[in-house]
């Protein structure tokens, strides 16, 4: 993997790069404001009803399971068509010649493109954050020489990439492989969203955390404390699994505390939208959510590295109060959004 190439790029007049929490919501709000619709990124998480929790036990990530605390990918940007009346224009490639040669043309026309990449190939991140995650996405607004000029709404700055580092991040293997994903937009109805959508964004969002599913939502959640609580105490195994819990929780994207701070920032912003002000108080609320989250990544940690025993019950307990309290949350809010 090359280690060069991962100068900061100095942002030029015809884009605006912001920092973001989370990629896919990131980058939607960076492309949305270039194109004139004031949007920030907990508004676009949650006007497309982005919040979730999955246990995805045969969906594997170095021989152990997927558990999300978003929707899959491109379920933002989807999400956002409709409360916009945008339309976006999706394209995959079979080789990755193909892909680039697309990008080429689009950023000559001075169009900035969105795309699906691998962590692991991008070489502007630090060693020790690269690994093999195929769903980040990034903005490409220019290309100088043989460099990308990029807008990665987790960095604070814009960075630059060698166009052969890209290629490999836009077409590696493996689960959500990318296939040189790309995706911009081909027409914008609406610059701001209608108090109807915010509120039935919300809705569908309440439905989900609750859905009677086993595997997701709060049911989810309680599938996963089950798993959790019968591993062996005194096993390997076990600790790998406790610390792939803190991986997929708290430094794969913006993790289950990360992202319930975003969706709580975006109630206070629907709040203001609406003119309904009770949903304040539910931002307040969930935001006491996302710190439980973090106090049970703490402690699975705490085990991880030895400072506590390792007790899979006790996380599997705290995990079912959490369920017990986004069920509860949910529900609460949904009437609250009717």
């Avoid at 959510?289 to 703490?298: C, E, N, S, T, V």
């Avoid at 996380?315 to 809010?333: T, V």
Wanted: proline share 7%; charged share 20%; aromatic share 10%.
């Amino acid at each position: 993997m090359s280690q060069t190439n991962t100068t900061t790029a100095a942002a030029t007049p015809a884009f605006e790069h912001l920092h973001a929490a989370h990629c896919e919501s990131g980058v939607m709000a960076n492309m949305l404001r270039h194109h004139g619709v004031p949007m920030t990124e907990s508004l676009a998480f949650g006007l497309a009803s982005g919040l979730a929790f999955a246990y995805l036990p045969f969906v594997k990530l170095s021989g152990l399971p997927l558990i999300s605390y978003r929707m899959p990918p491109r379920a933002i940007i989807k999400g956002l068509l409709a409360p916009l009346g945008a339309r976006f224009r999706f394209q995959t490639f079979a080789t990755p010649e193909a892909g680039q040669q697309r990008l080429d043309e689009l950023l000559a026309r001075g169009q900035s493109v969105g795309l699906q990449t691998s962590v692991y190939w991008l070489p502007y991140f630090p060693p020790d954050m690269r690994f093999h995650f195929n769903a980040h996405n990034l903005l490409v607004y220019g290309k100088e020489g043989d460099e990308y000029l990029i807008s990665d709404p987790v960095f604070e700055t814009p960075m630059r990439c060698s166009a052969a580092d890209l290629a490999r991040a836009r077409f590696a293997k493996g689960a959500l492989a990318p296939r040189g994903l790309m995706y911009w937009p081909e027409a914008i109805a609406r610059k701001a969203p209608t108090p109807d959508a915010v509120l039935r964004a919300i809705r569908t969002n309440a439905r989900r955390l609750r859905a009677p599913i086993p595997l997701i939502g709060v049911r989810g959640m309680r599938m996963l404390a089950g798993k959790l609580e019968k591993l062996p105490p005194g096993e390997p195994f076990t600790v790998a699994y406790i610390g792939h819990l803190v991986r997929m929780q708290e430094e794969i994207g913006t993790g289950g505390a990360g992202f319930r701070f975003i969706y709580a920032a975006f109630l206070q912003e629907a709040a203001q939208i609406t003119g309904r002000d009770v949903l304040r108080s539910f931002s307040d609320r969930l935001t006491a959510i996302g710190d439980d989250w973090r106090a049970f990544a703490l402690k699975a940690a705490r085990m991880v590295k030895g400072r506590e025993a390792v007790d899979p019950p006790a996380l599997a307990a705290l995990l079912r109060q959490q369920a017990a309290q986004e069920d509860a949350f949910f529900a609460e809010l949904g009437r609250a959004a009717r």
